[in-house]
């Protein structure tokens, strides 16, 4: 299985040096580009007990791409590990996957018969995949 990890956040970036210390090849974007430096420096951009040993020993397994489209043809799996803050009413705010999911739609437009899993990771309200996202993906597919 060949996966992705868009959102290398605080969340993002320690989930996807955990997959890459299973023997996982991980294939990362963010458009932070201190979180990319702090990646090829090996040090953790953020304070996370044990994240730096893991860039350090497993960032051999970790891809830095700056192109979604690029990702996203050499993977089969993305997880979207993206910010999702609270709006005044007390929802969350889907502005950060639209705007990725759009991209995505986009690159598997031209990724024919071939299936690619997208596993949103961010946390949202019910019934958010199945009455806002998957609606809007298949609309740009």
Do not use: W
Not at 28 to 50: G, M, Q, W
Not at 53 to 59: G, M, S, V, W
Not at 97 to 110: E, P, Q, S, T, Y
């Amino acid at each position: 299985m060949k996966i992705s990890v868009i959102g290398l956040g605080k969340l993002g970036l320690p989930f996807a040096f955990f997959l890459a210390s299973h023997g996982n090849k991980i294939l990362c974007y963010d458009k932070n580009k201190k979180i990319l430096d702090s990646i090829e420096k090996k040090r953790s951009p953020f304070v996370e007990p044990y994240l730096e040993k893991y860039i350090k020993k497993y960032r051999k397994n970790v891809e830095i791409y700056e192109r979604l489209d690029d990702l996203i043809n050499k993977t089969n799996v993305t997880f979207l590990v993206l910010p999702t803050p609270s709006q005044k009413d007390g929802s969350f705010s889907n502005q950060y996957i639209l705007n990725v999911l759009k991209k995505i739609g986009k690159c598997l437009k031209n990724k024919r018969n071939k299936k690619h899993l997208i596993n949103i990771t961010s946390t949202l309200s019910p019934y958010s995949c199945e009455k806002i996202f998957i609606p809007f993906l298949e609309n740009i597919i």
